[in-house]
Nanobody, 117 residues
Framework: VQLQAFGGGLVQPGGSLTLSCVASGSALSISNMDWSRQAPGKERELVAT???????NYADFVAGRFTISRDNTKNTLYLQMNSLKPEDTAVYYC????????????WGQGTQVTVSS
């Protein structure tokens, strides 16, 4: 299984950005997918998760601002980020695995998101 994340960059506070993660592997191995992030000097934290059927969960700090989605026909995971704040600055990682298995066994390389004026 391989995951490759795209779409990071520099954005101003209040702006928007969409991350993508292209996955290869069996449907079971990428059944549940997450976005996590790690800011400098901080531990990695879970941002959002989505099951193959579309059920989603969000961390409180992004609820209402971020939307996780997936296109199973393209094996692609997305994270639409709106109303970005400087504290959203981090390396964002996608991950995947079978239902109920944590930590996720498969991880992408990460993409940097910087929110700054």
């Amino acid at each position: 299984v391989q995951l490759q994340a795209f779409g990071g960059g520099l954005v101003q506070p209040g702006g928007s950005l969409t991350l993508s993660c292209v996955a290869s592997g069996s449907a079971l191995s990428i059944s549940n997918m997450d976005w996590s992030r790690q800011a400098p000097g901080k531990e990695r934290e879970l941002v959002a998760t989505i099951a193959r059927g579309g059920v989603t969960n969000y961390a409180d700090f992004v609820a209402g601002r971020f939307t996780i989605s997936r296109d199973n026909t393209k094996n692609t995971l997305y994270l639409q980020m709106n109303s970005l704040k400087p504290e959203d600055t981090a390396v964002y990682y996608c991950s995947a695995g079978p239902p109920g298995l944590r930590p996720r066994p498969y991880w992408g390389q990460g993409t940097q998101v910087t929110v700054s004026s």
